[in-house]
């Protein structure tokens, strides 16, 4: 048994977490506004003598590191009862203090909670693994130690976290058949998808997550290389590093995770910048267990983050009400609203589906008529904006990136507009672009842009993707199908859509040869067209 440190007050353990937080992104965000549907009565405040139990301790984790964690104890417990569990694997970079106000919520409601350091961050043994084998192991050992050490229930046990934390904890419902319910908050189902989307690296990304590696924790070899390899564009180890990253990407583990049963709740972020949504509500639908997807405004981790300082928070009184549903069986409405709750980038408010598939109720196909070149290697002036900051914008103020569509120089990016909409317009889902392509080289990078234009001409971005291809003969055309990044957002009446595509984007690395020249067409045979998944209203 690893040795208990004395007992944290819990106010010093919020304060700690609170200044540990209180610099970054997530805790920027102001409190938001609970949804009826997801609203549930709060859980009485302890008293300060009722206070659940903090202890700090060294937990065994596999292959013989130590693992620095935390219990959270109900108040009051009684020699020889048992409490549902929950376990709380770290955030990317966060150290084991990141859940200290949720942790002590939790067990104020009667869970014992163990949160600890993923290995290779911080205190923590070993080196950082991306969620593979040890990572696994060491949930699975977490697990194990709780149930000796503490007062946990064999029979309801439960995972989550947020981003590193939820992709560990849905890797670890495939392989671990003991745990019963996940909330995974801003995570991962498949890590292609999410930075390497389209054939593309997303370069500010990889970098960030990179970077906080090295200076929060210890990257194994074999990442050091893979994010080598990826940054340097190394096409050589292309299928290397993305049979590494299917290794780790709960998406491929789908039936081992439906075969256990657990029953698992999805959140994301609309501009989520490390892991976009669409990934995730593809692994939504492949999922045949009790399961629940929540999409609202904002960018990795924001959603959830205020909830990290203990401020009221929509994405976490759903986790709380999820656990309460499955590991306590509280008939509370999780297993019968309404599983796709959808919060609208336009309106804010909240808006319930059967299915993610059930989200538009119908489709605009826009004809792309007219064929477009461009010159490649030059940024036309449209772009996704910059990492965090700029879907933080939308989710606060509404102010996603701009553009001014009538100065966009079309020697550098093709347009294509829609008519004025006479009636607003409510996109929901995933739009589609289709078009063919010839490039003057073998290699390119495009980037697809939805503006939502005013009368004035100003373009506020509504989703975009990017694109690249490589091993093409120059000359011959090629079609290319792309999904852009799921969303909800509202067209006014009176406004048009624009599709903007040019080949720089700062948040990705392009890979259009010098003088590389992109020819877009519409064949009578295959005609080009944007598709625009609409809800009626």
Request: charged content about 15%.
């Amino acid at each position: 048994m690893g040795h208990p440190h004395k007992p944290l007050r819990t106010t010093a353990a919020g304060t700690v977490s609170a200044a540990l937080l209180a610099g970054t992104a997530m805790a920027a965000a102001p409190p938001s506004q609970a949804a009826p549907a997801l609203t549930a009565s709060a859980a009485p405040a302890a008293t300060a003598a009722e206070a659940a139990d903090v202890r700090l301790y060294d937990i065994p984790g596999s292959g013989g590191i130590t693992l620095k964690g935390n219990v959270f104890t109900p108040a009051g417990a009684t020699a020889g009862g048992r409490y549902p569990l929950i376990v709380l694997p770290t955030s990317w970079g966060m150290p084991q203090f990141e859940y200290v106000a949720q942790a002590k919520k939790l067990a104020d409601s009667g869970y014992i909670v163990v949160s600890y350091t993923s290995r290779g961050f911080w205190l923590s043994g070993g080196e950082i693994e991306v969620a593979g084998p040890p990572d696994i192991a060491d949930a699975s050992a977490v697990i194990d130690w709780a149930l000796e050490h503490t007062a946990a229930d064999p029979g309801r046990i439960g995972m989550g976290g947020v981003s590193y934390g939820a992709g560990i904890s849905l890797m670890t419902a495939g392989s671990d058949k003991r745990v019963k319910a996940v909330v995974a908050m801003s995570g991962w189902a498949d890590l292609i998808e999410s930075i390497y989307s389209g054939r593309t690296q997303h370069v500010q990304a990889a970098a960030m997550l990179t970077g906080a590696g090295f200076v929060t924790g210890r990257p194994s070899a074999e990442l050091q290389q893979i994010m080598t390899d990826f940054l340097g564009s190394n096409l050589a180890r292309e299928q290397h590093m993305i049979d590494w990253a299917k290794l780790r990407s709960p998406v491929y583990r789908v039936d081992e995770i439906n075969r256990n049963g657990a029953a698992v709740m999805l959140g994301n972020a609309w501009g989520d910048s490390l892991f976009p949504p669409n990934q995730y509500a593809s692994f939504y639908e492949k999922l045949t267990g009790p399961k629940r997807l929540e999409l609202r405004p904002g960018d990795h981790a924001t959603a959830e983050g205020t909830g990290l300082l203990g401020l009221p928070n929509d994405t976490w009184t759903s986790a709380h009400r999820w656990f309460d549903r499955y590991l306590k069986g509280k008939r509370n409405g999780m297993d019968t609203e309404l599983p796709v709750q959808l919060k609208s980038r336009s309106t804010g408010g909240y808006e319930g589906y059967a299915s993610w598939k059930d989200v538009p109720d119908g489709t605009e196909t826009i004809a792309l008529d007219n064929s477009r070149k461009v010159y490649a290697n030059i940024d036309s002036g449209a772009n996704g904006g910059l990492i965090f900051l700029s879907s933080m914008l939308d989710q606060f103020f509404r102010l996603p990136p701009m553009a001014s569509i009538p100065l966009l120089p079309r020697l550098f990016a093709g347009v294509w507009q829609s008519e004025r909409y006479g009636s607003a317009q409510h996109i929901r889902g995933t739009a589609e672009f289709h078009t063919t392509v010839t490039s003057t080289k073998e290699s390119g990078t495009l980037v697809a842009y939805l503006y939502d234009v005013g009368p004035l001409g100003l373009g506020k971005l509504v989703s975009h993707a990017p694109y690249t291809f490589h091993g093409r003969t120059p000359g011959r055309p090629f079609a290319v199908d792309l999904e852009l990044f799921s969303t909800a957002y509202d067209v006014p009446a009176g406004h048009r859509l624009a599709l903007v595509v040019d080949t720089v984007d700062p948040l990705y690395i392009e890979h259009n040869p010098s003088g590389a020249q992109l020819t877009f067409s519409s064949p009578t045979a295959d005609p080009s067209y944007l598709s625009v998944p609409l809800r009626e209203k």
